[in-house]
């Protein structure tokens, strides 16, 4: 399948799971957990444990700062409501289902086909002027250095100057679409429309 497809698609996934709750979201996040762990575990574990700030942040921010019942009748100004817990399930799943797809993605496809994905989605819009092709190998270049930077362990190494990339070439897939990569997309965004309108 057309990298651009798949990345449109997942941007289709993407807004369907904001507006996706109760328990088809439950349902959504749990498939989106146990796939991340068997295609990508190691991104997924990785992307988990870096929002789990944000994650906090998101509980203590809706269950303590949302106007609602207090769980605890007791201690009703210290209690979260039912209402903002409610709330932070929702924002949490619906951010937990996302990074679990980034993580996917970034497990299964090459950063070459990503950014082609990028370039193919990008390309329209060169109409208004955006420059297509330099942004992707642009991109191209800094995610190679960065995972470059991200394998070498001596950080004393990153304050020395990178040396000239003599003979180093950066090559831009570009891939062929077929039906499916047309029709794909298009089914998905009639589906989008239809749960959205609903």
Sequence with gaps: MHAGSILFL????????????????????????????????????????????????????????????????DWPRASPSREGLLLALTHGSRLAALVCWVAILLGRMPTERLVSGLYALARPFGVFGLPAERIALRLLLVLRHADAARNDQDWKSWLNPPAAAGGETVRLIREHLGFLDIALPIMACVFLTFWWLR
């Design 10 to 73: 997942w941007a289709m996934a993407a807004v369907f799971a904001q507006r996706a709750e109760g328990w088809s979201l439950a349902a959504l996040t749990g498939a989106s957990l146990i796939a991340a762990l068997v295609c990508a575990r190691a991104q997924c574990v990785r992307l988990l444990a870096r929002i789990r700030v944000l994650l906090l942040a998101i509980v203590v921010l809706f269950a303590w700062f949302t106007p609602g019942e207090a769980v605890f009748m």
